[in-house]
């Protein structure tokens, strides 16, 4: 059974092997994921399958802790919000609601995660699931708190600021937020508009890829609401930023 705090109109959930944490669908960013009440989901979890949430489904991304100090450090920063405790390390997964989801990794000097919040494109493990029959269960039975984007970053840098990982210059390096910029580049430019004049017909529910040949042309899914691509043949995808890095060579 889906936690209630996340059975909500238009979340969505994924498909996950059992005893796993790998999706089962390749697709399951774009077109493969189900909502709470879905019958294909329901008699997936019926049959022991795993499940995750769909993070920024509805705004809502959760805060991974990966250690009992970040855990601690969380669990004092942030408001009581609805927690759910992973299977193997049995630590806390922190669900929020925000204005602008993110994802954010948080290192230390070492280079070990402290903190990774799941974002836009990620999926994470809820109960029913289980990891080697240890099963996912909820902490905090409460409501999901809503946090604004900015507040939170900036309780995370206080949190944390010190100990990000830190580059060449032994500078602290800043959290990984997707910035406002490229989030209005995405606004403006459509995967369309980088595939046209290369010639790919952007109509059809599977057109050509544009980085090698196909026999049958009809490789690549777009899907043009959520600004996400993947090819089925060379497994590339990605977003807009991404097609572009393909497009100029930067990505292989």
């Not at 795993?50 to 970040?70: K, M, P, Q």
């Not at 405790?85 to 070492?110: C, M, R, W």
């Not at 970053?153 to 032994?170: D, P, V």
Request: charged share 25%; glycine share 6%.
């Amino acid at each position: 059974m889906i936690p209630s705090q996340l059975a909500r109109p238009y979340t969505r959930f994924v498909k996950i092997e059992k005893n796993s944490k790998r999706p089962v669908e390749q697709n399951w960013q774009s077109t493969a994921n189900y909502a709470h009440d879905d019958p294909a989901l329901q008699e997936w979890m019926k049959r022991g399958g795993n499940v995750g949430f769909l993070t920024s489904s509805r705004g809502i991304i959760a805060i991974d802790c990966d250690t009992l100090e970040a855990e601690k450090r969380i669990l004092e920063l942030l408001p009581p919000s609805f927690t759910i405790k992973s299977a193997t390390k049995g630590l806390s997964h922190v669900y929020l609601d925000t204005d602008e989801p993110f994802n954010a990794k948080i290192k230390d000097e070492q280079g070990n995660t402290l903190v990774d919040v799941q974002g836009p494109g990620k999926q994470i493990l809820i109960p029913p699931s289980r990891i080697n029959d240890q099963p996912y269960t909820i902490s905090r039975k409460i409501e999901i708190m809503h946090v604004s984007s900015h507040e939170l970053k900036s309780l995370l840098n206080k949190a944390f600021g010190k100990q990000i990982q830190k580059n060449k210059k032994n500078e602290p390096r800043p959290l990984i937020y997707e910035s406002r910029l490229i989030r209005r580049v995405k606004e403006k430019i459509k995967i369309s508009d980088l595939l046209i004049p290369l010639g790919i017909d952007v109509h059809k529910p599977r057109t050509q890829c544009p980085f090698h040949p196909s026999q049958s042309g009809a490789c690549l899914a777009i899907d043009h609401e959520k600004q996400i691509w993947h090819c089925f043949n060379c497994q590339r995808g990605g977003d807009v930023i991404t097609l572009y890095k393909y497009i100029r060579g930067e990505l292989k």
